[in-house]
């Protein structure tokens, strides 16, 4: 078949293509009228999102395209769906390159307008003054564990939890410098540093750390000394402009963070969820092992949990814990009655479709 011919045919397929996605976006528009006069659905579904990705990849078999590509589509078909019915503001870890960012994209498609915050506490503050419709944190990484500064931010807000995003991370250093043994001082922070020591502590052994937050700050101090490295995202080598002088410098190489979209959603119940709690046992003893109890006496299977220290009373530790299920779920409704018995206070963060 020749060139034009086969050309042709894809002109067919394009017609087609546009006017079904016309016609998906009229359905669309419908569906958010009918949102706007319901008070508690909202534009953002994160529980129908997955079932869309879902349907879509069982539909495919094993057609010639992709999964990846099919579900990179299918977001970004979703985010015009959204931004047609109401545009939707998305706060993230700034500035733009962060792999907060990334995430934000992943999960939002382009579509969406986004923010970039300085800090995790002022995306929490964006979210909650109504300056921006959801927030994207990072949580925990696969490596480098929990992310405290994000924990830390739970204590104090009403926002909850609506969604996770997982994203694979890849670290690359960056600088002009022209080889490894001519740098002089390494831009990172604690946790891609972390998620890389073995990589540092063999070929930069000696070179001290100028601690710079989030990675693509650390892209922008290594666009502007000769002399210095970053660890940093493809993307903020781009957008900075710095050449990656060694690709891949990740210790894992299955290395894998989790996000949460925060916000005022609630999504509902799916059979596959996941819920946050935020609790303070009493302080007296055995009270963590019987509120831990409360879970596996429930048959809730807990798959995270960590402790914060308390801001005001030293040596006192609110707990974080995520447990598949639905709040709304009865073996979870009676853990959390069981916990609250051995617990200063329970505060459920929010329960969310598993990712
Ligand atoms: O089903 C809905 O609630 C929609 O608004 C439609 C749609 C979609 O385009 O498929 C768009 C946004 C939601 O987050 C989920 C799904």
């Not at 929490?124 to 405290?148: H, I, K, M, Q, W």
């Not at 931010?153 to 080889?179: D, G, R």
């Not at 999504?267 to 819920?275: A, C, E, N, S, V």
């Given at each position: 078949m020749s060139l034009t011919?086969?050309?042709?045919?894809?002109?067919?397929?394009?017609?087609?293509?546009?006017?079904?996605?016309?016609?998906?976006?009229?359905?669309?528009?419908?569906?958010?009228k009918?949102?706007?006069?319901?008070?508690?659905?909202?534009?953002?579904?994160?529980?129908?999102?997955?079932?869309?990705?879902?349907?879509?990849?069982?539909?495919?078999?094993?057609?010639?395209?992709?999964?990846?590509?099919?579900?990179?589509?299918?977001?970004?078909?979703?985010?015009a769906s959204i931004a047609l019915q109401r545009p939707i503001t998305v706060a993230y870890w700034g500035p733009p390159g962060t792999f907060t960012h990334m995430a934000a994209l992943q999960r939002f498609g382009s579509s969406a307008q986004f923010h970039d915050a300085s800090n995790i506490p002022s995306i929490f503050g964006e979210v909650e003054r109504g300056l921006a419709d959801f927030g994207v944190v990072p949580v925990e990484n696969s490596?480098?564990?929990?992310?405290?500064?994000?924990?830390?931010?739970?204590?104090?807000?009403?926002?909850?939890?609506?969604?996770?995003?997982?994203?694979?991370?890849?670290?690359?250093?960056?600088?002009?410098?022209?080889?490894?043994?001519?740098?002089?001082?390494?831009?990172?922070?604690?946790?891609?540093?972390?998620?890389?020591?073995?990589?540092?502590?063999?070929?930069?052994?000696?070179?001290?750390?100028v601690e710079t937050m989030p990675t693509s700050r650390a892209a922008e101090r290594a666009s502007e000394d000769p002399e210095g490295a970053g660890i940093s995202t493809e993307k903020a080598a781009e957008i900075y402009g710095v050449p990656i002088l060694q690709p891949h410098i990740e210790d894992n190489a299955n290395n894998r963070t989790r996000f949460l979209v925060i916000g005022r959603n609630e999504p509902p119940q799916t059979g596959r969820d996941k819920t946050s709690v935020l609790f303070a046992v009493k302080n007296e003893p055995g009270s963590l092992g019987r509120a831990l109890r409360a879970f596996e006496d429930h048959n809730v299977n807990l798959s995270m949990i960590a402790s914060r220290p308390t801001r005001n009373v030293s040596w006192e530790y609110v707990q974080f814990a995520d447990f598949q299920g639905h709040e709304k779920d009865e073996p979870v409704q009676r853990a959390l009655a069981e916990l609250r018995k051995h617990s200063i206070y329970v505060n459920v963060l929010g329960s969310y479709p598993e990712g």
């Amino acid at each position: 078949m020749s060139l034009t011919n086969l050309r042709e045919q894809i002109d067919a397929i394009d017609s087609e293509l546009v006017s079904l996605l016309n016609r998906r976006a009229e359905i669309s528009l419908q569906v958010g009228k009918q949102k706007a006069g319901e008070p508690n659905v909202r534009i953002f579904a994160p529980e129908r999102e997955r079932d869309v990705i879902q349907r879509v990849l069982a539909l495919h078999s094993d057609g010639a395209l992709p999964k990846d590509a099919l579900v990179a589509i299918y977001r970004e078909i979703i985010s015009a769906s959204i931004a047609l019915q109401r545009p939707i503001t998305v706060a993230y870890w700034g500035p733009p390159g962060t792999f907060t960012h990334m995430a934000a994209l992943q999960r939002f498609g382009s579509s969406a307008q986004f923010h970039d915050a300085s800090n995790i506490p002022s995306i929490f503050g964006e979210v909650e003054r109504g300056l921006a419709d959801f927030g994207v944190v990072p949580v925990e990484n696969s490596t480098e564990g929990v992310v405290n500064y994000t924990l830390d931010m739970f204590h104090e807000t009403e926002l909850k939890i609506c969604a996770e995003i997982y994203i694979n991370i890849a670290h690359q250093l960056v600088s002009q410098a022209k080889s490894i043994a001519d740098i002089k001082r390494l831009y990172t922070f604690s946790q891609p540093l972390g998620q890389c020591k073995q990589w540092v502590e063999t070929h930069l052994p000696n070179v001290p750390i100028v601690e710079t937050m989030p990675t693509s700050r650390a892209a922008e101090r290594a666009s502007e000394d000769p002399e210095g490295a970053g660890i940093s995202t493809e993307k903020a080598a781009e957008i900075y402009g710095v050449p990656i002088l060694q690709p891949h410098i990740e210790d894992n190489a299955n290395n894998r963070t989790r996000f949460l979209v925060i916000g005022r959603n609630e999504p509902p119940q799916t059979g596959r969820d996941k819920t946050s709690v935020l609790f303070a046992v009493k302080n007296e003893p055995g009270s963590l092992g019987r509120a831990l109890r409360a879970f596996e006496d429930h048959n809730v299977n807990l798959s995270m949990i960590a402790s914060r220290p308390t801001r005001n009373v030293s040596w006192e530790y609110v707990q974080f814990a995520d447990f598949q299920g639905h709040e709304k779920d009865e073996p979870v409704q009676r853990a959390l009655a069981e916990l609250r018995k051995h617990s200063i206070y329970v505060n459920v963060l929010g329960s969310y479709p598993e990712g």
